[in-house]
């Protein structure tokens, strides 16, 4: 199972009112386990106030180069990017788990692809990533950036973005959208929605179908921009979504297994990890695996709560389990019988959990 390691915060870097990036030393010991693709994210944990903070924050810089770094927007009441901005320093060290995701980019330097993406607001932290990834090593390959934001202002990375823009202007089709200040264009004013997709697609995609896309943003952006995708013709299985934070409606999701639990009833949960074997008791007033592990002594992998980020992802090797939500499975490994722990409660009177299983 993957475990957290303290990292070193090297820099907190301001980049705009409300966002920061966060400079990450890895040490070259650890170096293989944090190797990560494009588009992908790391859990991280941290001590304040007499209260244990979890998140998940993805990597916006480029792979294979040290240190890392991830973007943070500093959110209303979030209780960890406001921790990370008022009292997190250079020198200190935060809880890191090594990257994860099933969002991201494997470059095929013989590819000839055009590609489209979009990002609203602090998504655009894992499709930096992507874009410019795409763009290093596939030098036959095309991309189209749609960045949306309220205000210029709230524009994360955009001095990277005008500089891949810059190192490849024949390749990189960078287009800003803001959707509460008004632009020279009308294209680039509004907000990223259905009729937005169109209105882009119409002017620069009309004449080829891209091969890929890779949205990243809000749940009902991520609607939207993939609905219209689709309409327009897209193949639903290239067009490719990373919500950032918890969704803010759930959507039910098909249960591992059909085989209904006893009202009432307590399931006995057995969990692997690294090798070892531990089972508690869960009833049925339990909300979630996780949770009712908590309650025993026993620490299970989590980050988001939200059915998002797949750090609580295990096989069910034994019984059945149904989830509430589920934004961080592909339909295949649905099938295979993996699940999002922090979103499920057992269907049968025992339960085995793998956290072992790759």
Known sequence: ??????????????????????????????????????????????????????????????????????????????????????????????????????????????????????????????????????????????????YGNRRQGSAMFVDELYALKNRYPERLQLTFLFSREPQEFPI?????????????????????????????????????????????????????AERFGAPRRTRADVPVSAEPAASGAQAMVTVVQDGHRRSFAMSATDANVVDAAAAHGIELPYSCKGGVCATCRCLVVEGAATMAVNYGLEPWEVEKGYILACQSVPQSPELVLDYDSP
């Open 1 to 146: 199972m993957r475990a957290y390691h303290p990292l070193t915060v090297l820099e907190k870097r301001r980049e705009t009112r409300d966002s920061l990036r966060l400079v990450l030393d890895v040490p070259t010991g650890l170096r293989e386990q944090f190797r990560f693709s494009a588009g992908q994210h790391l859990p991280v944990r941290a001590e304040h106030g007499g209260r244990t903070l979890r998140r998940t924050y993805s990597i916006c810089s480029p792979p294979g180069r040290w240190p890392l770094e991830i973007g943070i927007r500093v959110q209303p009441g979030g209780a960890f990017s406001t921790y990370v901005e008022e009292a997190l320093a250079p020198g200190d060290t935060l809880d890191v788990m090594p990257p994860s995701g099933r969002f991201q980019l494997v470059p095929a330097p013989a590819a000839e692809r055009s590609c489209l993406a979009f990002a609203a607001g602090s998504g655009i932290t894992p499709i930096l990533s992507i874009v410019g990834s795409l763009l290093e090593n596939e030098p036959a390959s095309h991309v189209a950036l749609f």
């Open 188 to 240: 680039a004013s509004g907000r990223l929605d259905a009729a937005k997709v169109r209105e882009l697609w119409q002017a620069f995609c009309r004449h080829r179908m891209p091969d890929e896309a890779f949205v990243c943003g809000p749940d009902t952006m991520i609607d939207d921009v993939q609905t219209a995708l689709v309409e327009l013709g897209m193949d639903p299985a290239h067009v490719h």
